[in-house]
């Protein structure tokens, strides 16, 4: 009979999620891993299988909680502009605070597209952010916010595209003002072109 966990799960993997997103997958060692979720070996193998199992489901849940504070932004009341600014700007991470990296862009950047599992993943999570955007953008043409010519579905591509960015560039040092300007240039834009 198998004895159970000593350890709390959900704890462990967001631990896992902050030594992946400091290190990477390659890079995060086993004892970083251990050390950082305050397991043992064979706690972290009889839990989780290995250290890409392990990487699968931090990136899961990683993708899921992004998702969750993003869709939060976009559900604000108020005009469509500024929700989906709020959208664009959290939860991007730091420079500071090198474990508050986005692990899909990091996952994107170490694997391109050579791991179908890891592809499967963000490749979902991709099309819920762009539906997610896309049904705001429609909001806002409806209401008069953006240019009655625009592609929703193209835009909400677009503004994953600058999500994406803003946590590269949070990460490489930008500040909140800057990452703010980036996100209120891109809105102009949707408020006066046609895709």
């Known amino acids: 009979m198998a004895r159970p966990s000593e350890f709390d799960r959900d704890e462990a993997v967001a631990s896992a999620i902050r030594v992946f997103a400091r290190h990477g997958y390659e890079a995060a060692s086993t004892s970083a891993l251990m050390a950082g979720m305050g397991i043992g070996r064979q706690s972290l193998y009889g839990a989780f299988g290995d250290k890409r199992r392990l990487f699968l489901e931090a990136l899961r849940r ?5 998702l969750a504070e993003m869709n939060a932004a976009l559900a604000a009341d108020g005009p469509a502009p500024e929700a989906i ?3 664009l700007l959290v939860g991007l991470g ?13 996952s994107i950047v170490e694997f391109s597209r050579s791991d179908p599992e890891v592809n499967a993943l963000n490749d979902a999570a991709a099309a819920l952010v762009v539906a997610a955007f896309a ?4 909001g806002g043409i409806a209401a008069g916010a953006f240019d009655p010519g625009l592609d929703p579905e193209a835009a909400g591509r677009l503004l994953l595209t600058l999500r994406s ?18 996100a209120r240039l891109a809105l102009r834009g949707l408020r ?4």
């Open 62 to 66: 990683y993708s899921d909680g992004s």
């Open 165 to 182: 960015g803003l946590k590269v560039a949070a990460r490489g040092g930008a500040g909140e003002g800057e990452l703010r300007e980036m």
């Open 135 to 138: 049904a705001r953008v429609r």
């Open 192 to 195: 006066q072109l046609s895709v």
């Open 85 to 87: 600014e709020a959208a």
């Open 94 to 106: 730091s420079a500071e605070d090198l474990e508050t990296g986005c692990l899909g862009v990091g």
